[in-house]
Structures are given as structure tokens and as C-alpha cells.
């Protein structure tokens, strides 16, 4: 009996292990799963993210071209152009583009061609952003050789445009740089700002003057073309157009042939000349010297020489027009007012006039240091008397002397247009004195300012609304620039001074000129004219450097046009050395508007 049987030869143990058990299960449930999640990614990617990527798609496949609007012409009173448009070529690049490989090539070129570091182009593109659909700016106003070598290397250059584009040009240049003033490109800044008000980054905007108060009227909107490109950028069809819509026009009060007259006789002086009409406050012309052109802003890039014709140490960007200094003698139409106002004085008051009065421990002494013997209130304006108005300002007193002061619209803005330019000059009083030099109002304050010394500061166009008063028989005018139905408009407000007042400061304002200090004006070649010199003590540097003023209007009887010439640190007086600069501009405009009626000058 056999005890055990053994396996037959070569049967192989049963070692399979794939299968078995529950393993087949996990295979299944993990295909499952995997399945599930790419499906729910992708319902999810269709779902939720499909806008933006199909955005996204759209914004690889469709591009921008920004179309710039044309900036408003700026005109003056009768039509003529001061500030205008014109077409230069500008050099555009698509922000994606310094994301590719081949950057390196296209930046180092354009830093050769435009002179421009390719370190400030790229982060002008990154300003914008990679994804930006929109073409951005990187260079303006190119010259003949660069727009040569730019297509002689287009093969390299990908992604890079050459277009047209608007851009502020001022025909006049130097003459009417404080009235037009410039535009620039906006600063980063000035972006942050005003993004929310459709600005974009390359944009320029009003920096000053007119192009800064009437940014709005002037700008314009945006248009652009909606470009469908390939694969490699190359536009296939144009899918949509919207038109740029130009600026608005400005017509400005301003008269052009009297600005070029006026900046002509301020020549290199510092100062400033401002002409009005006495009757509403229009503007006929502003001058403020030293100036600048404003068409260097519209470079792209500013030269180190272009920088110091607007960064030089006399501050050729700052309207001398609009900044305050002592109004010297041309303030005594205002003590004059308040003397006959305050009812301490009468039309025929007389006084004796002196080589000095001594006031308060303090000798204030007479210009031509002897005095003019006893004299009217029309004889101490003909002659510019300071003692006889130190005598007034003593018994009139400050308040009352300040009160007028006001009246006159000085120590407050005038209403112009620029007010974010425009100083409020300063009346000193007791508050202001106590405050600012811990002392209280004295009598020599007040004798002081009678005379338009002392703390008094005014700006010349200040001066020139003063001057309004008595030529248009009474009124405080608001001196404005936009010539917009200004015939119907309430331009100006009573100063309520009784007529035998305002009478006197007339007669007086005339005999200046007649037989006074201004008989520079007293010529055939001229209507009669109204006017007051003034000569304000000043220092520059340790040295006395006087400044001189001259304020006159004309015709006397019926004035319609009133100037005043301001010449700053000049040294002179106002009826030696402003006086002729006034006669200038008057014989030029009273020639010019009435030939043959007076005779001509020589």
C-alpha cells in the first residue's frame, strides 16, 4: 500500500495575486473618481470661469487701437489762434510684447533708436500690465532719422506701431506762456488721481492757465478701433470703430495785438502788465516776466537746457500778475476814498505838506524831501504828496483805512480764473500784527499803508480793479478770461462812494498826467488819459531796488481800456520807467483801432 502520492513533474504552484480580492473594486471606484473631478472641473471652468477665460481668449485674439481726440483750439477776442493742434508721430508698443523671448532684441533696439533707457520703457509697460489689450507710448514727437532707422529694423521690431497723434502746439510761444499755459504728461500721481475720470496712463493734461482751468471743455473724449489680429499680432479685420470726439473751442477775452505790444514794451524787465476793460473786468492782456515756451513740454523728454529756461532762479513759471508786492503810491486813490468817506474831510480840504513829518518818535519823510506847500486832495494826487496823506491816514485812522481797504477787493482773490494761482496779497491789521510780529497797531501802521507801504502787498491785477473803480464811475469789477456772453453778465458790484468822491479821485487821476508826476502820457498821440505813478521802496540782496508801477486808463471821459505796468526790482520810478512802457502800449492799441485820429507817434 502506498502511503503518499506525489505532484506530477513540473506542475507549478498557483502564485497569481492581481484580481483577487478587492481589488478590482478600488480600480473601478478610482477611475470613477477620477472621471467625476475632471468633469466637475471642467463644468466648473465652463460654468463659473467661462467669462474670463473666454476674456482672456478674447483679449489674445482682439486688440485696442486708442485713438487720442484732438485738444480744443484756444482763440482771442476777435478769432485769432493762440493755442492749437498738430501731428507728430509717436512710437507704440503692445505691453505683451516685452514678456517674450525675444524683448531683449526689441528693447535694446529702441533704446538706441529713441535714446531712450530700456529700463523706463519697460516700466512704462509694466505700468500698464501684461495683459493689456491697448497700445501704449513710449516715445512722441519723432524725427525724420528716427522714423527712418524704426522701419529699416521692422523685421526685429514686433510688436511696435508708428502713429499719429495729437499734440498741443502754441503758435505764439514766450508771449502768452502765463495766460495759455502748458500741458504734460500725467505725472504717476496725477494718474492715481484722476484714473476714475477716463485718464490712462501716457495722457496729457492742463498744467497750468487756461489748459488747466478749462481742462475739461478742452480735452475731448477717447475713440479707438477694435482690431481682430493672428497668431503672430498682424490685424485681420477691423470688428469695431468708435470716433474720437474733439475738445471743445475756447474763445479767451484776451486781445492778441495788445498782448504782443505789451510783452514788447515789458522787454527784459521783470514784472508783469495787465490791460482790462474798466467796464466788466475782460482781460485784453497778461504779461508776466521773466517767461518760458511752452511748446518744450510737448517733448517727450526735456533737455538740461530746456529744464533751466523754467527752473532758473527768478521763477520764469510764476505769474507776476497774480503775485502780491506794495502797491506804492498807486494805493492813494484808496486813502483819498477813505479820507472823504469817513466824513472827517470835505472836498476842499486843504493841508500843508512837508519835507517830513515826525510821527510817533519816527520821521516819515517826503519824496522830493521838501515838501509842495499847502495842497487839495486833487493837488496832493497830481503831485503824489506822502506827508499830506500821512496827515489824512493819521486822522482817519486804521480801521477806516483798512475798511477801504477791503472795499477796493484787495487782501482777497478777485474771482479769476485761476485761482489756484492767484494770491490774496494782504491787509495787515491789528489781529495780523499782533499775531504775526507780537505788537499792536500803531499810528506809523497806518501811515505806512497810506502811502501803499508798510505790510500792504497787492497783485498787479489787484491794482489794475482798483483802477477800475474810478474809470467806470464806481464799480469793483471781476476780471475774468472766457469770453462767453460776458455782455450779459454781472461782471462787477458797487463800491457806493458819493459821487463828489469819486469825482475827486477822477480830477485828480487826470491832473497826474496833465501837470503831474505822469505827463509821460500827456500826448497828442493819445486820448486823454487817467492815471497814478507809484515807486515802492524794495531790497534785493542787501541792495535798494526799488519797484515801479503805473496804472492809467483812457479816454478819461469814457475809458475803454485801463493798463497796468509793474516792473519788479527794476530800480526806477514809476513815471521815468513804467511810464514809458504804458505809453507804448496805449499809443499801439489807440493806434491801431482809430488810424488817423491822433497823430502818430514818433
Do not use: C
Not at 88 to 113: D, F
Not at 231 to 240: D, E, F, M, S
Not at 274 to 288: C, H, R
Amino acid at each position: 500500500m502506498t502511503l503518499w502520492q506525489s505532484s506530477p513533474l513540473g506542475e507549478k504552484k498557483n502564485t497569481r495575486t492581481v484580481g483577487r480580492n478587492f481589488q478590482p473594486l478600488f480600480l473601478i471606484a478610482f477611475t470613477l473618481l477620477m472621471t467625476t473631478g475632471i468633469a466637475v472641473r471642467l463644468a466648473y471652468l465652463q460654468i463659473f470661469e467661462g467669462a474670463q477665460h473666454r476674456s482672456q481668449a478674447e483679449a489674445n485674439r482682439v486688440r485696442i487701437i486708442p485713438k487720442q481726440p484732438e485738444r480744443g483750439n484756444v482763440f482771442d477776442r476777435n478769432g485769432k489762434l493762440l493755442a492749437s493742434t498738430r501731428s507728430p508721430r509717436s512710437v507704440y508698443l503692445w505691453p505683451m510684447a516685452h514678456t517674450k523671448a525675444g524683448w531683449w532684441v526689441v528693447g535694446s533696439r529702441l533704446e538706441k533708436i529713441l535714446e531712450i533707457p530700456k529700463e523706463e520703457i519697460e516700466k512704462k509697460l509694466q505700468e500698464a500690465g501684461p495683459n493689456s489689450s491697448s497700445l501704449i507710448r513710449i516715445a512722441r514727437d519723432l524725427n525724420e532719422a528716427q522714423i527712418t532707422a524704426l522701419k529699416e529694423y521692422e523685421y526685429e521690431l514686433n510688436g511696435v506701431e508708428i502713429h499719429a497723434e495729437a499734440v498741443r502746439y502754441y503758435p505764439h510761444g514766450k508771449e502768452l506762456a502765463h495766460v495759455l499755459g502748458y500741458t504734460r504728461e500725467l505725472t504717476a500721481e496725477q494718474l492715481a488721481r484722476r484714473r476714475k475720470e477716463g485718464y490712462r496712463l501716457g495722457d496729457v493734461i492742463g498744467q497750468m492757465g487756461v489748459e488747466k482751468v478749462y481742462e475739461n471743455v478742452l480735452r475731448g473724449e477717447w475713440g479707438g478701433q477694435q482690431v481682430e489680429v493672428d497668431g503672430a499680432g498682424r490685424p485681420i479685420r477691423v470688428l469695431g470703430e468708435k470716433q474720437a470726439k474733439a475738445g471743445n473751442d475756447v474763445n479767451l477775452t484776451i486781445d492778441l495785438n495788445l498782448q504782443i505790444a505789451a510783452d514788447k514794451a515789458l522787454g527784459n524787465y521783470n514784472g508783469a502788465i495787465v490791460a482790462l476793460d474798466p467796464k466788466n473786468g475782460a482781460v485784453l492782456a497778461m504779461v508776466s516776466r521773466p517767461t518760458f515756451d511752452p511748446n518744450i513740454f510737448s517733448k517727450q523728454k526735456l533737455s538740461q537746457k530746456d529744464w533751466e529756461t523754467v527752473q532758473g532762479a527768478n521763477h520764469p513759471l510764476v505769474n507776476r500778475a497774480l503775485s502780491s508786492f506794495p502797491p506804492a503810491s498807486t494805493f492813494k486813490i484808496v486813502t483819498t476814498a477813505a479820507a472823504l468817506e469817513s466824513g472827517k474831510f470835505s472836498p476842499n480840504t486843504i493841508l500843508q505838506t512837508y519835507p517830513y513829518l515826525n510821527i510817533g518818535g519816527t520821521r516819515f519823510g517826503e519824496w522830493n524831501h521838501a515838501g509842495f506847500g499847502p495842497l487839495g486832495f486833487v493837488g496832493a494826487m497830481k503831485w503824489s504828496s506822502d506827508t499830506f496823506f500821512y496827515q489824512v491816514a493819521r486822522t482817519v485812522g486804521g480801521p477806516t483805512l483798512i475798511e477801504w481797504t477791503r472795499k477796493f477787493g484787495f487782501g482777497q482773490k478777485t474771482g479769476f480764473d485761476f485761482e489756484s494761482e492767484e494770491s490774496r496779497g494782504l491787509v495787515p491789521d491789528d489781529e495780523w500784527k499782533r499775531k504775526i510780529r507780537q505788537m499792536p497797531w500803531t499810528i506809523g501802521d497806518s501811515v505806512n499803508m497810506s502811502i501803499g507801504q508798510g505790510a500792504l502787498l497787492a497783485t498787479p491785477l489787484q491794482v489794475a480793479v482798483m483802477f477800475a473803480v474810478p474809470a467806470n464811475g464806481g464799480y469793483r469789477v471781476q476780471p475774468h478770461l472766457l469770453k462767453d456772453n460776458e455782455e450779459s453778465r454781472s461782471w462787477r458790484e458797487p463800491v457806493k462812494m458819493k459821487p463828489t468822491t469819486l469825482k475827486i479821485i477822477q480830477d485828480g487821476l487826470r491832473k497826474v498826467i496833465t501837470e503831474g508826476t505822469g505827463k509821460v502820457l500827456d500826448k497828442p498821440t493819445l486820448p486823454p488819459v487817467a492815471g497814478k505813478t507809484g515807486t515802492a521802496e524794495a531790497w534785493q540782496g542787501g541792495v535798494k531796488k526799488n519797484h515801479a508801477w503805473f496804472g492809467a486808463y483812457a479816454p478819461a471821459d469814457k475809458p475803454e481800456v485801463l493798463i497796468v505796468v509793474f516792473t519788479e526790482h527794476s530800480g526806477g520810478g514809476g513815471g521815468s520807467l513804467a511810464g514809458p512802457m504804458l505809453l507804448e502800449i496805449m499809443e499801439d492799441y489807440f493806434q491801431r483801432k482809430y488810424p488817423g485820429k491822433y497823430e502818430k507817434p514818433q
